[in-house]
């Protein structure tokens, strides 16, 4: 089994690297591979160092899977060139994700959808990730009529430079700046670019990549994304209305039972789902599960997951897993 890395000197891929190694991924040939710029860096991996290369060479060398995570346009570019030696590749940015042609997956869900023609496989968007893992046994139970969703998100979502920016303004630091105002002290309800109807395109993800992972173009979404200074671990307050009612107790009960998805809902002991305790971990976090009671059939959750895990990493190495095991590459 030979896996290539693409993006192996990022903050994402690092963490891909770490799951990887924690999962004990069937590896025989690993491929490190990066930007001309990277290109000769030592990245040590089980205790063995290895040396960066080019994507270039990582090509010429026909990996069975390329885990990506070096940006739309590189994706866009180079994953196609892979497909062509025979390499089924995973791309974490959202070069791929609204493409009618590839499949958008979160292994708990639909993964069960893949085929060994799906040589290039989208991974959701990370504050995607985190919500429909904890609706998807909530929709298939009551089916889901309209979702809206306010997201507080780390500064690790937008990359090292943004947690260099966070770090810098704490230790009264002058350095780049990733955002147009300072983070630390401050929320931005801005992540990512603008689009032409005001959302931006991290609010648009949450709505077209719901849709398109619950197979249902006809849920209702809105969302705001707002971005907050924590190092890691996005968090979203989501308010689901469905078609049918629904008992609490159920609810709880459903979610207990979702592989991936851990219950913290103890307001006697003031236990919920808060960034500081998910980082590091795979599980999506729900807690504060309440009724809403301004209208029928409406359903308040907090949801809390380390974005760089589940929300990227552990996904892209979890599809990668159940390609192996369903021989599928």
Known sequence: MKIAVVGATGLVGGVMLKVLEERNFQIDELLLVASERSVGKKIKFRDKDYTVISLFAA?????????????????????PKFVEVGTTVIDNSSAWRMDHSKKLIVPEINAAELTKNDKIIANPNCSTIQMVMALAPLHKKYKIKRIVVSTYQSVSGTGIKAVEQMENEIAGVEG??????????????????????GYTKEEMKLVRETQKILDNSAIAITATAVRIPTAGGHSEAVNVEFEEDFNLNEVRELLNNTDGVTVQDNLDANVYPMPMYANGKDDVFVGRIRRDGSQPNSLNLWIVSDNLRKGAATNTVQIAEYLVSKSLV
């Not at 780049?176 to 109807?197: G, L, Q, S, T």
């Open 59 to 79: 090509i010429e060398k026909s990996p069975n899977i390329a885990l990506f995570s070096a940006g739309g346009e590189t994706s866009l570019e180079w994953a």
């Open 176 to 197: 780049e700046m990733a955002y147009p105002y300072p983070i630390h002290k401050n929320a931005i309800p801005h992540c990512d670019v603008f689009e032409e109807n």
